[in-house]
């Protein structure tokens, strides 16, 4: 990907700095802030997909449960509602890091992953949520030569040729690919959240918005959360506020927030699309390590985001990070580098977001205050269907049900922290540094990484 940076900033400069998924006529009207004091049986502290699922399924396990979900701005507005809508079975962050860090479980985390992702759809279908749900394979391309070795080597079925991948999707920058045909799924994220807010409404959840959470704490034998409305008093609380600070000190040192960059195209002509091919409409990434992905939308546009991963000192998050102009520049560029006979299509939609980022780069699940408090996060960019399963294992373990999934070295262990500022900025520096390096000298990881995967916190995508 080395095309010129700036050649070609005018076809996304006039595009909305605003994610497209949430830019939609369905979107719903706001709901009011809290307003005044209130108790409840459990106390959901996040409306994305993590919070919603919690507290769905609450009310679907117990009927007769008063359930309060408190959400800090609009429902859906953070990485729930700016993500790709790429939907994976996969609980682990892909089959490598799975084998790798829990080899032992691996086999019964795929069955579970993939059993979550049918009980995903199964339920969509039952509340009657339109949010343009698709089971589709995924294609991973190689663009260098060393990534083709590598693909050879997995053996895996589904290998593709340059040939057979340029006849799915047509770019000259493809070499080879394997294509998964299971355990994925494409999904509208946004739609998808507010379909769950509406179902769990319906069964008699209370939602309020602008109505962050600011503190934490026991009030006699419940716990008691602070919002600038009010108190709401609650038996137990579950946190689901992904890359936002989190409510408990003891999880304030295990995640970064990192900033990922979306573009979004006009909808493609019939004659643009036909150049294109992409007729069975799989989703499609890279295999870099500083790697795109890619889709159509249901009104044929196609989402083009990743590649930049950006940290700000401090774990700071800020509405002004959501744009970037430099990243947009060379999303742009790779953008028409992939696809040559697209030039001239321009972005109308340019936007950024966290992604709440743990060590072992998939989630992690625990309790806190004698079990009153469940908490998960760390999803690392692929939450939207691990989301469904944090959510049970939270209500699991503020139920006090044991299950299959509490008792897994997945949900009972956690990732190493990362260390305070100056170290945790130098370190993302250093190792963003050393994967540009990699994907610059045929993937070969310099001691830095060979030094991380020693330690089990290598990046593997």
């Not at 602070?226 to 408990?248: C, D, K, M, W, Y």
């Not at 069975?280 to 159509?296: I, K, P």
């Not at 691990?386 to 139920?399: K, P």
Request: charged content about 20%.
């Amino acid at each position: 990907m080395t095309a010129l940076l700036s050649s070609h900033d005018a076809s996304w400069e006039d595009a909305e700095p605003t994610p497209f998924w949430l830019d939609s006529a369905s979107r719903p009207a706001a709901r009011p802030a809290l307003d005044a004091s209130a108790s409840t049986d459990l106390l959901v502290v996040g409306g994305g997909f993590s919070g919603l699922w919690t507290a769905l399924m609450a009310k679907e396990r117990q009927p007769h449960r008063d359930v309060v979900l408190i959400e800090g701005g609009r429902i859906g507005s953070a990485a729930s509602g700016r993500n790709g809508g790429f939907c994976e079975a996969s609980l682990t962050h892909g089959a490598i890091n799975g084998l790798e860090r829990f080899p032992e479980e691996y086999q019964t985390l795929e069955r579970l992953g993939r059993q979550n992702l049918d009980e995903m759809e199964q339920a969509i279908a039952a509340h009657g949520i339109e949010c343009d749900f698709a089971r589709v394979a995924n294609i991973a391309a190689a663009t260098e030569p060393y990534q083709v070795e590598f693909m050879k080597s997995l053996g895996h079925p589904g290998f593709l040729d340059r040939d057979a991948i340029r006849a799915e999707v047509n770019s000259p920058t493809y070499l080879a690919g394997i294509s998964r045909h299971e355990g994925n799924a494409l999904v509208n994220p946004a739609a998808l959240a507010w379909g769950l807010a509406d179902a769990a409404e319906r069964l008699g959840v209370r939602i309020v918005e602008n109505t962050p959470a600011t503190r934490l704490r026991r009030r006699g034998h419940h716990m008691a959360v602070q919002t600038p409305g009010g108190e709401i008093r609650s038996r137990h609380v579950a946190l689901g506020t992904n890359a936002f600070p989190s409510l408990l000190r003891r999880n304030a040192w295990s995640t970064v927030p990192v900033y990922d960059y979306v573009l979004v195209t006009e909808p493609l002509s019939a004659a643009q699309l036909e150049s294109v091919g992409w007729e069975n409409r799989q989703g499609m990434s890279d295999v870099a390590n500083q790697f795109h992905y890619y889709r159509l939308t249901a009104d044929n546009r196609i989402l083009w985001g990743g590649y930049d991963a950006i940290y700000h000192y401090g774990r700071r998050i800020r509405a002004q990070y959501d744009q970037r102009p430099e990243t947009f520049s060379k999303l742009a560029a790779h953008f028409f580098t992939t696809f040559p006979q697209l030039e001239g299509v321009r972005f109308t939609h340019r936007w950024g977001g966290a992604i709440d980022t743990c060590t072992r780069f998939c989630a992690f699940f625990g309790t806190a205050f004698s079990g009153q408090v469940g908490y998960a996060l760390g999803y690392t960019g692929l939450g939207v269907g691990a989301t469904r399963f944090g959510a049970n294992v939270m209500l699991d373990l503020l139920d006090a049900t044991p299950s299959e999934r509490t008792a897994l070295k997945l949900t009972t262990t956690r990732p190493t922290p990362f260390p305070p500022e100056p170290f945790a900025y130098a370190g993302i520096q250093l190792t963003r540094w050393a994967l540009d390096r990699a994907d610059r000298n045929q993937g070969k990881r310099n001691l830095w990484l060979r030094t991380l995967d020693r330690l089990g916190l290598g990046f593997d995508s």
